[in-house]
DNA sequence: ATAATAGTGTCTCTCAGACACTATTAA
DNA sequence: TTAATAGTGTCTGAGAGACACTATTAT
């Protein structure tokens, strides 16, 4: 998709032209956490929250973005190296005053990706500049922008849709195994679930395809599975615990 | 919130800066149909798509609106007068290619109306230049832009989040009756549903409070009933014939 | 054999739907 | 008294959770 040098037309807008910026948010499962991958803004006088900690995104660049979602792909991809992970609009937020460079629109994605290959030890896989960091940490720093809000609101639609929906399988590398999947979703969810209520739930729901056995460190092998369409999550008829769900409301 | 006029500043991205605009679907039901508020787009021949129907919206202006919420509020009210209706998020659309004036990229927010207020028989109350259409036949027109795409995405989002929660209470005038509300639930749906498991859900979900009696035309006199909390809609723990859903799903 | 983990069977409780029932109002 | 609508009671079936059970593997 060349882009072409954007030729002479007439102002189609009295309006002056906020900008307009794509920033990705995105997961992983690491160390048996949930993390996010932050990134440091420079360290000079001009930027507008030298050295404080953001998510990685940026302006669209309407010369090389065909689409807002491309726009996050790329950022993802330049990020992460990841081509296909589960991604998904988390929605815009723009306003007068989230950017002193000025009126600012953002459109947010969020990601979802395995955690990063490691040699030995899972520790400083991330690119330079940035950094994996536990969820509940990263919304305790102060943030660039408006990006704790953005981050809170990633957060609680990740733990809502987690409730109901097959998404913790994209945090995990393929193939995977129950057990494997079981603790992802207690990680994200942070309580423990019930194991054969939950690999009846996961496996009537058909969105996942055997491929054969792994061993792990110690007992009996376990199956392993990969996700039949990684376009799209499952999603169960009914909430885990709907009924807990439900009391704890008073 | 004054706008002060834009001081200067340097540059602050070599990008060109996409066109911001934020689009409002906004659906209501009347005459027992869903129906979707359009506008027809000017018939100059300057205009991208003139005399086609559109989705209501336009540039942001950053001069009046303080973010993309107030924009949309405002958009809201230039065509239906309402000051709380329920608002949403929906997504965003941006492109190269969906607007012939350039890279342009939309907020779309979805909102729950009454139906306007008429004398006699319900008919043309919509504002000079647009109409309520009945929500297939918006789809099946040939809309402008993408917002085809948009107004599906839409019907989608809305059709869904009706299985699970008390949004079509928002389709209707205060106080309603239960009738009434189980009445827009089919109408949204296009399917009936039962009285008895409707009402358990309704009064159990604890979102509405009782209003005096509302008599009808004929028969007992029932329940009004209005929203405790105009912000939020309730969320129940199961879709409505989760298990219908789930065995169509081969 | 034992420890460790994977995977299954069974019971119970809750809730949504089906549907028949009662209640209230106007003519 | 009847028609029309509002509102309730009761039964059933499906599925989630609890938890005890069996299965498989390495040492």
Redesign the interface.
Known sequence: ?A?KK?AR??P??A??????TVDVVIFTVLDDQLKVLLVRRPDVA?DPHPGRWALPGG?????V????HHCALRKLREKTGLQTPYLE?L???????RDP???C?T?VYFALVPPPEVGEKTAETAPPGSAWIEVAMALRKRLAFDHAEILAAAVERLRGKVEYTSLPAFLLPEPFTLPQLQRTYETVLGRPMDKSAFRKRMLDA?FLTEAGPIAGDAGRAAMGYRILDRERAAVF???FR??E??ST?D
Chains 1, 2 share one sequence.
Do not use: C, Y
């Open positions: 998709m882009a954007p037309r007439p189609v807008s309006f002056e032209r906020p900008l307009v001009l302006f669209i660049n309407v010369e973005d065909a689409s807002l609009q929605g815009s937020w723009g306003s007068a005053t460079r000025g009126w629109a459109h058909q008829p009914r909430t709907s009924v769900v439900q409301k």
